[in-house]
């Protein structure tokens, strides 16, 4: 994996991280005024985290600081996961609106699994 040949914009899972965190955007401008600077805030931060670790990652020295940024972005995604169900919980948002971030952010995750899984056995050869 370390013959890399392009920068992190060829990575399909940057990309599917970019889309998640402009729809957490759009999700999150619908919620409370008072929710601003606290689960908004949060929900933001953490997607956009997700696809800024893959770029940083990818932008380092060689695979094993490329699957340690990686394994940061899948913390986020977990943590994305967590705020998704707490707004549910809460009642912001629409189930729909709220069904189809969860299905996106499933697939980032499927996607950084899969990423991770790959580079650790460049690693290890």
């Known amino acids: 994996m370390s013959n890399r040949t392009g920068g992190y914009p060829d990575l399909a899972v940057w990309r599917m991280a970019m889309d ?3 729809e957490v955007y759009r999700l999150t401008g619908d919620f ?4 601003l600077y606290g689960l908004t805030s949060q929900m933001r931060r953490c997607a ?3 696809p800024a670790n893959v770029a940083e990652g990818r932008g380092r020295g060689g695979d094993a600081e490329f699957c340690r ?3 940061i972005a899948a913390g986020s995604i977990a943590e ?3 705020f998704l169900e707490l707004s549910r919980r ?3 948002g629409t189930e729909g609106d709220l069904s189809r971030v969860r299905a996106q952010t499933g697939e980032v995750a499927r996607m950084l699994y899969g990423l991770i899984n790959t580079v650790r056995q460049s690693i290890t050869r």
Do not use: D, I, N
């Not at 409370?32 to 929710?35: F, I, L």
């Open 32 to 35: 409370p005024g008072h929710e």
């Open 20 to 22: 998640l965190t402009v």
């Open 69 to 71: 940024f990686l394994c």
């Open 48 to 50: 956009a985290s997700v």
């Open 90 to 92: 809460l009642g912001y």
């Open 80 to 82: 994305l996961e967590t």
